[in-house]
């Protein structure tokens, strides 16, 4: 990783403005001209007020969802509901959206949200949204209804499996241009109220938010050819800054890079999700926190030990490594492995488990969904399961962010789940059941 020392990229309309100082220096070498010295100082006053809220824009926000009737909640994080409708209302001109899949229930958070999209392309606000074949068969009504709502909104279906062997997995949107959302968060009503999720608002810089966009962007004419005989054709590169440098609303100044998958994706030239991970885990020298939906080092073809290698190899050397999965996770060769890890130095593993919803069962919720990893000073945050197909085969996007203060907030979050009354430690000698995702 390479850090470079550039400085807030500014909007051009920031640009223009900035550039009327030279005038009221002008008019204040005049002071006998009482209204032009008076003009002189508002000129100057917006230019300042200017440039000063853009800086302001140009931050990185935690964003969370948490399950009701749960002790999880973090008052001083904005929940995902009001970022996503403060986000989908503020659009102007562009909103692209890309989802594994959407699925909403009337009368519940995601209605909103819905309807705010709706609202916006009624407005003239240009929609577009990509979601994955497979899941598109399972999940059409909803994305198919908001296309019947306005002709400024247009659904791309990219058969991922295609294209790369996996599927379209990333979740995120982006806003004029200027704002990116991404996370652990689907298009799910139940993401929104009943399952713990964890992501990221972007404000501001233009050479970050572009890589999204080329992103989105090169999907989306993927899911145009969309007949698995020319994904060969090259279409985009992404590439973009090393490092670039942002503001934490924690109040520290710090370095971000966005991240991709899969990771041997010919056409994308960004830096790769699991590189980061691995640079993260290698160089790591006191804590390295995981929070995942499922850990599983086993593939199709065997086993995948690249994470597996560093982890073990980072507890060897007296790095604190904890793992914390959900109990959709332990199935019985998942934890036979989770117990030949906890044999090694200074390595903890968790599952959580939250108690049904008092209203009933909900097939596929009540679960820990984020996906975070954290070592030392460095947190990655993307849309990533941690097994072998989610980084080589399926579209993945996430961020890395380099700042003490910034990842010291997501430890936080990490130990609130950790030390909660619904997480349970993986025992040498325990007994282990996946926890019923569906109805019988």
């Not at 020298?285 to 995981?290: G, P, Q, R």
Request: net charge negative; with cysteine; proline share 3%.
């Amino acid at each position: 990783m390479k850090f470079n020392n550039s400085i807030f990229a500014r909007s051009e309309a920031t640009k223009q403005s900035c550039r009327v100082s030279s005038l009221s220096w002008r008019l204040l070498r005049n002071k006998s001209r009482k209204l032009d010295f008076f003009l002189a100082k508002l000129i100057l006053v917006s230019v300042f007020l200017t440039c000063t809220v853009y800086t302001q824009v140009n931050n990185i926000e935690l964003v969370e969802s948490i399950p009701v009737e749960t002790s999880l909640d973090n008052p001083d994080i904005r929940n995902t509901q009001e970022v996503w409708l403060a986000m989908i209302n503020s659009a102007q001109t562009t909103l692209d959206i890309e989802q594994f899949y959407i699925s909403n229930e009337k009368g519940e958070p995601l209605d909103t949200v819905l309807g705010a999209i709706v609202a916006a392309a009624k407005r003239g606000v240009i929609v577009r949204i990509i979601v994955d074949g497979e899941m598109y068969r399972t999940y059409p009504d909803d994305v198919t209804w908001m296309e019947q709502q306005s002709s400024n909104i247009t659904k791309h279906v990219i058969d991922f499996k295609a294209l790369a062997g996996g599927i379209q997995h990333a979740k995120f949107f982006i806003v004029d241009g200027k704002e990116v959302f991404l996370g652990s968060q689907n298009f799910d009503w139940r993401a929104l109220k009943h399952i713990h999720e964890l992501g990221v608002k972007i404000s501001g810089d233009w050479d970050l938010i572009r890589i999204y966009s080329d992103i989105f962007n090169e999907d989306w004419k993927y899911s145009e050819i969309n007949d698995g005989k020319s994904w060969n054709l090259p279409i985009y590169t992404i590439s973009g800054p090393d490092f670039m440098i942002y503001k934490s609303i924690y109040g520290d100044s710090i370095h971000v890079k966005p991240t991709i998958s899969p990771k041997e994706f010919y056409h994308i030239n960004g830096d790769k999700d699991l590189d980061e991970i691995m640079y993260m885990i290698n160089y790591a020298a006191t804590e390295i926190t995981l929070q995942f939906l499922s850990y599983n080092p086993v593939t199709k073809d065997g086993y995948w030990d690249e994470v597996d290698a560093a982890l073990i190899s980072a507890s060897k050397r007296g790095v604190k490594v904890k793992l914390l999965v959900s109990d959709w996770n332990l199935g019985k060769s998942a934890v036979e492995h989770f117990k030949e890890l906890i044999q090694y130095p200074n390595f903890e593993i968790r599952y959580t488990s939250i108690p049904d919803y008092s209203g009933g069962f909900i097939p596929f919720a009540r679960v820990e969904h984020c996906k975070f990893i954290s070592a030392d000073n460095i947190t990655w945050i993307g849309t990533s399961n941690m097994s072998y197909d989610y980084f080589y085969e399926s579209r993945n996007v996430g961020l890395v962010v380099e700042s003490g203060k910034f990842t010291e907030r997501v430890r936080d979050i990490f130990y609130k789940s950790w030390n909660s009354e619904y997480a349970h430690p993986i025992e040498s000698t325990g007994e282990y059941m996946p926890r019923k995702r569906n109805h019988d």
